[in-house]
């Protein structure tokens, strides 16, 4: 019985990594490769309207500071604040919760939240992407899932000596006695 939970729980266990690697996976995969990087920035400046410019970047090349054109349909490729336009996120990727969530000036957003409108927003990277909310997310999950707790590597190889060794003991006890005669291994299999 103890072998069976033994197996059953590491049967368990493997089945919930892989589940665990394939959703990371799929977060992975649905982050932008590209930014659109802002040059120029758009604002006034001396009474002056600078035209901005916007270039499409690797996502990794992010700095904090960058500042950042994101489009309706967007998935926003880092953590950063709002600095102009008013919009809705999905952010289902993060938290699970599919109510779309109001952004406005000065508001935080997490990368990998995806835009929906109805406004292109601009915004201020707070970190790289490598250093976002849901970069840290995935690394975290995947540090738990490849490493193992020395508390459960200890009970692990614990219980692979004990629990063999407390079978072989049970084992014998039931067994051993019926060597010196039918009576004596009645005597010590019915009490």
């Known amino acids: 019985t103890v072998g069976f939970l033994y ?3 590491k049967m368990l266990e493997e089945l919930c990594v892989e589940r665990c690697g394939a959703a990371i996976g799929e977060i992975v995969e649905m982050m932008p490769e590209t930014a659109n990087l802002m040059v120029g920035h758009g604002h006034r400046h001396g009474g002056e309207e600078h035209d901005e410019t916007v270039m499409v970047v690797d996502a990794d090349t992010i700095v904090v500071g960058d500042m ?3 489009r309706p349909g967007e ?5 950063g604040t709002v600095l102009t336009g008013s919009s809705a996120l999905d952010c289902s990727t993060l938290t699970g919760e599919s109510v779309p969530v109001p952004v406005a000036p000065g508001h935080t957003v997490r990368g990998g939240t995806h835009l929906l409108g109805p406004a292109r927003l601009t915004l201020r990277a707070t970190s790289t992407s490598h250093d976002s909310h849901i970069g840290r997310l995935v690394r975290t999950v995947e540090e738990a899932a490849a490493g193992r707790s020395p508390t459960s590597t200890a009970v692990e190889r614990l219980a692979a000596l004990y629990t063999p060794a407390v079978l072989a003991v049970a084992g014998a006890l039931m067994t051993l006695p019926w060597a010196w005669g039918v009576a004596e291994g009645r005597a010590w299999t019915h009490t």
Request: hydrophobic residues 35%; proline residues 9%.
């Open 75 to 79: 998935i926003i490729p880092t953590d």
């Open 68 to 70: 950042l054109s994101i």
């Open 7 to 9: 197996r059953t729980g």
